[in-house]
């Protein structure tokens, strides 16, 4: 199949979106979320033919960070913007170009963050439930408030599983250093997070799993500390 908007040969099966231009292609269900012409580079951050991340956040909770593959080589970027009230953090390709930012919505009742193109036009929203605090649950929106995906985590939220609106287990968030949480969270000594992302639904976008993650941290542990 072809991209009807550059015309690059797709060569995955069912795939939602474009792995070059990052657009969302007909019949998509989520396409909602990635209708902006987000540049994906073959072996790049957002390749769709990944299935594994670390997500390594350093410095105290302040959003700068590695992104590594399954071999330990560093892949990506997330970068803090000084200064920034909602706390924009950017996801960055290694030559520094920025594939997306994840902000905190700062008026509204429940921990919200909204998942951005490198232009700032939003993409997605992610939420936490109100009342799901042992067992924590969020949920990914598109633009038009159309649940996308749900991660549910398991007791204390140190492992997450994302389903799909059909309920299909496509992705599983792991906190690698849970251990230290429990014994030094709160402390200085407790300066880092580090998560395994594993993927099992190669359609559905890089960019909106990260996003996740990241909101994941955000909501769930940053606050605890």
Same mark, same amino acid.
């Given at each position: 199949?072809?991209?009807?908007?550059?015309?690059?040969?797709?060569?995955?099966?069912?795939?939602?979106?474009?792995?070059?231009?990052?657009?969302?292609?007909?019949? #998509?269900? +989520?396409? @909602?979320?990635?209708?902006?012409?987000?540049?994906? @580079?073959?072996?790049?951050?957002?390749?769709?033919?990944?299935?594994?991340?670390?997500?390594?956040?350093?410095?105290?909770?302040? =959003?700068?960070?590695?992104?590594? #593959?399954?071999? =330990?080589? !560093?892949? =990506?970027?997330?970068?803090?913007?000084?200064?920034?009230?909602?706390?924009?953090?950017?996801?960055?390709?290694?030559? =520094?170009?920025?594939?997306?930012?994840?902000?905190?919505? !700062? !008026?509204?009742?429940?921990?919200?963050?909204?998942?951005? #193109?490198?232009?700032?036009?939003?993409?997605?929203?992610? &939420? &936490?439930?109100? *009342?799901?605090?042992?067992?924590?649950?969020?949920? *990914?929106?598109?633009r038009?408030?159309?649940?996308?995906?749900? +991660?549910?985590?398991? $007791? %204390?939220? $140190?492992?997450?599983?994302?389903?799909?609106?059909?309920?299909?287990?496509? +992705?599983?968030?792991?906190? *690698?250093?849970? $251990?230290?949480?429990?014994?030094?969270?709160g @402390?200085?000594?407790?300066?880092s997070?580090?998560?395994? %992302?594993?993927?099992?639904?190669?359609?559905?976008?890089?960019?909106?799993?990260?996003?996740?993650?990241?909101?994941?941290?955000?909501?769930?542990?940053?606050?605890?500390k």
């Amino acid at each position: 199949m072809r991209c009807p908007y550059c015309g690059n040969e797709i060569s995955y099966p069912n795939a939602r979106f474009c792995p070059y231009c990052g657009r969302s292609l007909p019949g #998509d269900t +989520a396409g @909602t979320v990635v209708q902006s012409a987000i540049q994906i @580079t073959p072996g790049g951050l957002l390749d769709p033919r990944r299935s594994f991340y670390i997500i390594h956040e350093k410095y105290w909770d302040m =959003g700068w960070g590695d992104i590594y #593959d399954e071999y =330990g080589r !560093i892949i =990506g970027k997330m970068e803090r913007k000084i200064l920034s009230l909602r706390g924009e953090i950017r996801l960055e390709e290694l030559d =520094g170009r920025v594939v997306g930012k994840v902000v905190r919505k !700062i !008026i509204a009742i429940r921990p919200t963050y909204d998942l951005l #193109d490198p232009q700032g036009r939003l993409l997605a929203r992610m &939420r &936490r439930k109100l *009342l799901a605090i042992l067992r924590p649950v969020l949920w *990914l929106e598109d633009r038009n408030g159309n649940k996308l995906l749900k +991660a549910q985590g398991d $007791f %204390l939220g $140190f492992n997450f599983k994302i389903y799909d609106v059909a309920g299909r287990l496509i +992705a599983e968030v792991n906190k *690698l250093d849970a $251990f230290k949480d429990l014994f030094l969270g709160g @402390t200085i000594f407790d300066f880092s997070d580090k998560y395994a %992302l594993r993927i099992y639904d190669p359609r559905v976008s890089r960019l909106l799993l990260l996003g996740f993650v990241i909101a994941i941290d955000n909501a769930v542990h940053d606050v605890r500390k």
